[in-house]
């Protein structure tokens, strides 16, 4: 009973000095950068010894690669809870998009997920990133929505290439000052656009 105890508490420990690194790290990547923030000031934010450091992560790179797939994490969770899968395929597709851009306006995430996440991780690691979390949420509306025959069947992979980096470039954009009306505006017309043609209330197609 003791032993197991102690292996739990030993357990605990570890999962809190790995959490309270990739906090610190978080913090100091999106106020100066990666680049402008070394190893030793994220173990001082943290609290722990350099030590402590490399006993989790081989090195700040891949500290950085567990905070972006936290971040990557939390995006997915708020589009899975505003699009469950038991919603209307096409609206839990739209509210999903509307989840994305209002998690995207998370203060440093745009740096951490679009700017500093491919020019750290390099393309392919991002993209493996993004086919675990947010990308794998869109892709799975995407066939939800073409099964349910309410959108045009596309060939899934490249459809969802193509939509993530049109979500992209709007997170940059309202990051940057852009109305997000407008662009919301025209990413619900882009998925309108792939919409199969619906029977209005008065019975015509439209």
Do not use: C, W
């Not at 357990?11 to 959490?19: G, K, L, V």
């Not at 509307?98 to 690691?125: C, E, I, K, Q």
């Not at 969802?160 to 954009?173: E, I, K, M, P, V």
Request: no cysteine.
């Amino acid at each position: 009973m003791q032993q197991s105890s102690a292996r739990r508490s030993n357990r605990d420990r570890t999962e809190a000095t790995r959490a309270d690194l990739i906090a610190a790290a978080r913090k100091l990547f999106t106020e100066k950068s990666y680049a402008e923030t070394g190893t030793p000031e994220i173990v001082a934010a943290a609290g722990v010894t350099r030590g402590a450091l490399y006993h989790h992560f081989a090195d700040k790179q891949a500290l950085f690669a567990a905070v972006v797939e936290q971040e990557a994490q939390a995006v997915a969770d708020e589009i899975y809870r505003a699009s469950p899968p038991s919603s209307d395929a096409r609206d839990a597709l739209i509210a999903g998009s509307d989840a994305y851009l209002a998690a995207m306006r998370a203060p440093g995430r745009t740096r951490l997920l679009l700017l500093d996440g491919p020019a750290v991780l390099g393309r392919a690691a991002m993209d493996a990133i993004d086919n675990r979390h947010g990308n794998r949420s869109l892709r799975e509306g995407l066939v939800a929505a073409m099964r349910a025959n309410t959108m045009t069947r596309l060939p899934a992979e490249a459809l969802t290439a193509l939509l993530a980096s049109a979500f992209d470039r709007a997170a940059l954009a309202i990051e940057a000052g852009a109305s997000s009306e407008d662009y919301r505006a025209v990413l619900m017309a882009l998925i309108d656009g792939l919409s199969r043609s619906r029977i209005s209330a008065s019975g015509r197609k439209t």
